[in-house]
């Protein structure tokens, strides 16, 4: 199996994420249609749902029972995704309903009760597909953005960590070989992937990255033998959180998943969230709501509060490498660069607060953890 470097080095070879994003199917409901037919009879095409590498189709069907609709999110895996692969995306959503976490239903087929069927593509290649019931709600991003004050936002930030905690808390004890893969947004490889992309980074932008990779050497590195490690969802950012009309937070898409180090959701998830924290508020004190939900719901050990914030600015500072890099491939995509500039305030921002100093002691304290600077046993 290829490294990390040897997967970034050539972009004629291409990185592992390149490779699904070229093969991602590119299917219409006509296609589609006689295989979702196995699973239940009427559904028809609603509309295409956005998805980086694989296909979403959202279909619908009457329900003469209740007089509304079912809707269902009919997934075309991307064609390099392996069965066992599949199975580990199910088997985590099933232990995280199992944990009291909204999330999408599995359905079955009406004949053989198969959760799994297969279609062929043009080019010979065979695509896994799923049926999966539809979460209604808005976005995190959406509501976030719409929340109307400071104790509105605390609030979702509080249910957003129950949400991600059980699901953390859930997959736990999960062992399955196909968690254990190479993937450029798996934080035990964020120094890798930062260095080998910084290149790509606009020059005057580079020594910010530069900055936290040395400090995340210095400060973090030491602290990272001492965290655990299991099958984490490892993309709980705030388009895969849904907030439903009760205010409660479903969690979507486990295509992400892998072995990583357990902190890993909170701080990715936690990332995202430091977007939405308004200009004039800490940007601790705006995310620890999220975290002492979190903590309640899966318990963090006293390493795993040491590096959680420094993990999160390594996930950002992911973000705008692969950006920078997908833009060289990408040129005339103007929106890569765009989506990037709330990221690079935010790490401008941080550089210039010197957060990264106390929020272990911060957060420490918070928590219930002694604040001595050590992590414990």
């Keep these: 199996q290829a490294s990390l470097g040897q997967l970034f080095q050539s972009r004629k070879a291409k990185s592992a994420m390149d490779s699904t994003l070229d093969d991602r199917p590119t299917l219409t409901w006509q296609d589609v249609a006689l295989v979702v037919a196995r699973f239940g009879e009427g559904f028809e095409l609603e509309k295409m749902l956005p998805s980086e590498r694989d296909q979403n189709f959202l279909i ?12 269902v999110v009919f997934k075309v895996h991307n064609p390099n995704d392996s069965p ?43 695509c896994l597909c799923r049926a999966l019931s539809f979460l209604p709600g808005r976005m995190l991003a959406e509501a976030a953005a719409a929340a109307a004050s400071e104790q509105e936002r605390a609030a979702l930030f509080a249910e957003v960590g129950r949400s991600v905690g059980r699901v953390s808390a859930g997959l736990q004890g999960l062992e399955h070989p196909a968690g254990d893969r190479e993937f450029p947004w798996d934080l035990c490889a964020c120094e890798d992937v930062i260095t080998l992309r910084s290149g790509d980074v606009v020059a005057e932008r580079r020594h910010i990255l530069d900055g936290f990779l040395e400090r995340y050497r ?24 849904v907030v439903a009309s009760s205010g409660s937070v479903g969690v979507l898409d486990f295509g992400d998943i892998l072995r990583t180090y357990t902190v890993a959701d909170a ?6 969230l430091l977007f939405h924290i308004s200009p004039g508020a800490g940007l601790l004190e705006g995310v620890l709501p999220f975290v002492l939900a979190y903590h309640a719901e899966c318990p963090l050990e006293a390493a795993e509060v040491d590096a959680l914030f420094g993990l999160a ?41 010197g957060i990264e100093e106390w929020a272990p002691a911060f957060l420490r304290k918070a928590l219930g953890f002694d604040t001595d600077g050590s992590s414990g046993p």
Aim: net charge neutral.
């Design 60 to 71: 619908r069907r009457p329900d003469p029972s209740s007089g509304n609709e079912d809707r």
């Design 84 to 126: 066992d692969f599949v199975e580990l995306q199910s088997l985590a959503l099933e232990r995280a309903v199992a944990g009291g976490v909204s999330c999408q239903r599995l359905l079955r087929t009406t004949g053989s009760n198969e959760a799994v069927e297969t279609l062929t593509l043009a080019s010979g290649r065979a």
């Design 218 to 241: 210095a400060r973090l590195k030491p602290v990272l033998g001492r965290l655990r490690r299991s099958i984490a969802h490892n993309d709980p950012n705030d388009h895969n959180l």
């Design 267 to 272: 701080a990715i998830c936690m990332a995202y």
């Design 313 to 353: 600015l390594m996930r950002v500072c992911t973000s705008v490498s692969m950006s920078a890099y997908q833009s060289k491939l990408d040129p005339d995509n103007e929106y890569l660069l765009i989506s990037a500039q709330p990221a690079w305030k935010l790490l401008e921002r941080v550089a210039a607060d």
